[in-house]
């Protein structure tokens, strides 16, 4: 009897805790995203900062994170949700709006990224000067990139670009559908959830990801070889936006405002970079185990990709150049800071 009301009492306490945790919190985030919270990026980044933020606020901010799409919608609709408030923050790739964000490309490109999430994610906030216009609508909270794309094809591996003309593959952004199309390619557009089905169904021939999407996408199943460049080299990269509604955050309290603020930019890209880093590892494991290779390309075919990643940047550039954007000069920068945090 006596441990029965122990129990109750326990049970009383927390419920009287959670209570007055609710009571306190005077702010109310929303968060959504596109993938499951069994991928990485929800459980070792997403999930963590929300916890974090909530401590740091002393409980007066409670975030609430909506993953899957389940606040409603498709992937490419996050930025609008953001900017028109139906979510308060989001975490979405900006090559999933194309068009909205011209100058954080640059950092896409397979010229520009060497294939260090944490090398190019600190070079996007030394460069964040140059691209801020993209993001005046609403509030940056960091914008980072992943360790960078392999090749993940259905049929088995390739020597060589020329291996790869006519094929379909899936591409996370326009500059990575040019640089398909250099391949003589066809690039096919989607977000990444819908990739399995579009493997499984033979709507493409392979894609263009990283290996840290590999396990929840379960895309060891459905492929039969993961290509990189020699010593692991990627093919280019992809940007992702993690910000707030702009006017949200402007209702704010200034000390509310803090906790945001550090939280944000510089003080989290090094910890996220070397994130993206890391959870490459237990997809390119989990490719292994399934018996489909990791095969890195040699120098030669390596250098023949590399020279067509060129002329890709070059025509970002021109592209840049036609919209008011020092294209050339943009490119410059960010390859500088990229060489300078490469280890």
Request: hydrophobic residues 45%.
């Amino acid at each position: 009897m006596k441990l029965r009301l122990i129990s109750t009492a326990i049970a009383a306490a927390a419920l009287l805790s959670t209570s007055v945790a609710a009571q306190a919190a005077e702010v109310t985030l929303t968060m959504a995203h596109f993938l499951s919270p069994k991928a990485p990026p929800h459980a070792k980044f997403l999930e963590p900062w929300a916890r974090k933020v909530e401590a740091d606020s002393n409980g007066r901010i409670k975030v609430e994170i909506f993953p899957s799409m389940t606040l409603g919608g498709k992937p490419p609709e996050l930025y609008r949700q953001l900017r028109d408030g139906a979510a308060d923050i989001v975490w979405t790739l900006t090559g999933y709006t194309p068009g909205v964000f011209p100058r954080v490309e640059v950092f896409e490109l397979p010229g520009v990224h060497g294939g260090s999430a944490e090398a190019t994610t600190l070079a996007i906030q030394d460069n964040f000067d140059k691209i801020a216009e993209d993001f005046k609508d609403i509030k940056p909270l960091l914008l980072h990139v992943n360790a960078g794309n392999a090749i993940h094809l259905v049929n088995g591996c390739i020597d060589g670009v020329a291996d790869l003309k006519g094929l379909k593959l899936r591409t996370p952004s326009r500059t990575g559908g040019w640089m398909i199309s250099g391949w003589g390619a066809e690039p096919v557009g989607m977000p990444v959830p819908a990739l399995p089905q579009a493997l499984s169904k033979g709507v493409v021939d392979g894609a263009l990801i990283p290996f840290e999407i590999v396990p929840p996408l379960k895309v060891q199943e459905l492929t039969k070889c993961s290509v990189t460049g020699a010593n692991g080299s990627r093919f280019g990269t992809s940007v992702f936006m993690f910000a707030m509604n702009k006017d949200r955050y402007e209702s704010l309290p200034d000390d509310l405002k803090a906790v945001i603020d550090n939280n944000s930019g510089m003080s989290i890209a090094d910890k996220a970079g070397k994130l993206w880093d890391e959870i490459e590892g237990p997809g390119i494991m989990l490719q292994e185990k399934s018996g489909s290779p990791v095969k890195a390309l040699d120098q030669a075919a390596t250098d023949a990709f590399a020279a067509l990643g060129e002329q890709v940047t070059a025509k970002w550039i021109e592209e840049a150049n036609g919209n008011g954007i020092d294209g050339a000069a943009l490119a410059a920068a960010a390859k500088a800071s990229v060489k300078a945090h490469t280890k």
